[in-house]
């Protein structure tokens, strides 16, 4: 499987088509990940709010990700498993055709043209390989507007299904194991500060992640079971994170880091 690189920050002429295609297939998978917490919440009668999506105007496509405001708690283990895991998955089954479709958007080129270079989530591995039969040795895939928006959908949707305090994988998590998910909690953000090492790209989530990390509060009802039907649909949640996450987001070495920070800071 040949690597893949975003030269968009680099001066890429993406043009206009490009750049509303970008957007709406972002915005798209945001979206229907807020609309699965939404449509969940509103199935239980749980009081929550439509979508907020946060302003950020030096991310790439204006917004730094989107919210529901949660105004009820939960009324047992069942229903928070159930609005935990909704949104992920409706934003992993939008994410697969803008994969598609951005896999067979991407172009070829030659290993030495400089740009961005993206860790490879297993899913971008496989719809790659099973697209894409025309990358010789040495060259590398050079993803254009949906494949971004596929690459960012895959990593907003590992780092949501981290099992970590208020993320939607601390609800599924604590939903499953109740007080057993401190622990596993623990351990995941210990593994998060440990992929600093290998990559800065990690410092920013690492220090929002451990904001996120207080203990996840009970339900109303915590003693009601789940049953095993949400034991099996939190393995396949499982399977997606393993799918979608790449512990190399973004291909950059502390020494290179290091260095552009010297250049930006006197």
């Known amino acids: ?11 890429y002429p993406l043009g206009h088509a490009g750049g509303v295609r970008l957007v709406i297939a972002v915005v798209a998978i945001m979206l229907s990940h807020e609309m699965g917490h939404y449509l969940a919440c509103r199935r239980y009668g749980v009081d929550a709010s439509l979508p ?13 990700g989107a919210f529901i405001r949660i105004r009820s708690p939960f009324p047992d283990r069942r229903v928070l498993f159930d609005v935990g895991i909704a949104g992920p998955l409706a934003g992993f089954v939008i994410c697969l055709p803008v994969l598609a479709l951005g896999v067979l958007e991407a172009q070829v080129a030659p290993d030495t043209f400089g740009g961005l270079g ?6 971008f591995q496989w719809a ?17 507007p949906l494949g971004m928006a596929a690459w960012f959908g895959l990593l907003l949707t590992a780092l949501n299904l981290m ?16 007080e057993r998910a401190t622990l596993v909690s623990r351990f ?19 220090v929002l992640l451990l ?34 996450f790449t512990p190399e987001p973004i291909m950059i070495s502390w020494a290179d880091f290091i260095q552009a920070w010297r250049g930006v800071v006197p």
């Not at 993206?118 to 899913?123: D, F, S």
């Not at 970590?164 to 599924?172: A, C, E, P």
């Not at 009970?218 to 997606?240: C, E, F, K, N, Y």
């Open 1 to 11: 499987m040949a690597s893949i690189y975003w030269v968009g920050f680099t001066g």
């Open 52 to 64: 907020y999506f946060i302003p950020f105007p030096f991310h790439f496509v204006g917004t730094f």
């Open 118 to 123: 993206l860790g490879e989530p297993l899913l």
């Open 128 to 144: 790659a390989a099973l697209l894409r039969n025309d990358v010789p040795a040495g060259a590398v895939l050079v993803i254009g």
């Open 163 to 178: 099992p970590i305090g208020q993320l939607d994988g601390g609800h599924v998590v604590y939903a499953l194991l109740r």
């Open 188 to 206: 995941a953000l210990v593994a998060t500060v440990g992929l600093v090492y290998l990559r800065p790209s990690w410092l920013f989530w690492s």
């Open 211 to 244: 904001l996120l990390s207080r203990p996840h509060p009970p339900t109303l009802r915590d003693s009601i079971p789940v049953g095993r039907g949400r034991v099996v649909v939190g393995l396949i949640g499982l399977a997606v994170f393993v799918v979608s």
